[in-house]
């Protein structure tokens, strides 16, 4: 992939990182370096499977059990309707 020295001074200005007109040349180059490796690894990637058993849990089965909320909610300063009350970190608009 081309870099050309206005994206480079276009990536500069959106970074505020100041250059002088010497370091354009090699930042571009340096950073088609970067962009051809991505590339390279995202084309390995897409070719290696991705294990089915990555989260699974080989010591025991998930079993659902129906538990009564009361004794979690007995513990809370304050409830109401089978919830937890607590402040609003959102303002309503």
Do not use: C, G, W
């Amino acid at each position: 992939m081309k870099i050309s020295r206005d994206e480079v001074l276009k990536i500069a200005r959106m970074t505020r990182v100041a250059l002088h007109d010497n370091e354009i040349d090699p930042l571009a180059k340096q950073l088609e370096q970067v962009l051809t490796y991505a590339e390279r690894i995202t084309e390995i990637t897409t070719d290696v499977e991705e294990p089915s058993n990555k989260n699974v849990n080989v010591f025991r089965e998930d079993v659902v059990k129906r538990q009564s909320p009361e004794p979690i909610l007995a513990q809370a300063p304050e409830e109401e309707s089978s919830f937890f009350v607590v402040p609003a970190i959102l303002e309503n608009s």
